[in-house]
């Protein structure tokens, strides 16, 4: 994982409701084809990224052997990566994951502090 500050740790209500706004200005003074050009435009970035990721998320899933197909007639017999006593697969990509979530929390929780501290100056 690496860090990145984009898109911004912030709240997912500001967030959405960040993008309502954008919506709402881009508007303008375009007539209804065009806000449908521009609209359909950004949607198909947006498709384009989700594409690109599911695509990623698809290989990494495989790399890490924890794809699995929950309809399967092995899954539906029990089968799976994380029913199957046979699998010796480590955790350490777990831990690096819960290591780098509390290393974040404490990121989120120390930036807090600052702006307590700022906002009472």
């Known amino acids: 994982m690496h860090d990145t500050n984009f898109p911004p740790n912030i709240d997912p209500h500001v967030f959405t409701l960040i993008a309502v ?3 709402y200005a881009s508007v ?3 007539n209804a084809n065009e806000q449908n050009a521009i609209g359909n ?3 198909m970035v947006g ?8 695509q990623q998320q698809l290989i990494e899933s495989r790399l890490e052997n924890t794809n699995i197909n929950i309809n399967s007639q092995k899954a539906k017999k029990g089968g799976s990566v994380y029913t199957d006593n046979n699998q010796n697969k480590s955790n350490t990509n777990q831990r690096n994951e819960v ?3 509390i290393e974040t929390v ?3 929780q120390d930036e807090l502090e600052k702006i307590k501290k700022d906002g009472l100056n």
């Open 41 to 43: 435009w950004v949607i």
């Open 106 to 108: 404490k990121r989120m």
């Open 28 to 30: 303008g003074n375009y």
């Open 99 to 101: 290591d780098y979530l």
């Open 21 to 23: 706004a954008v919506g």
């Open 47 to 54: 498709q384009y990224i989700l594409t690109h990721a599911a």
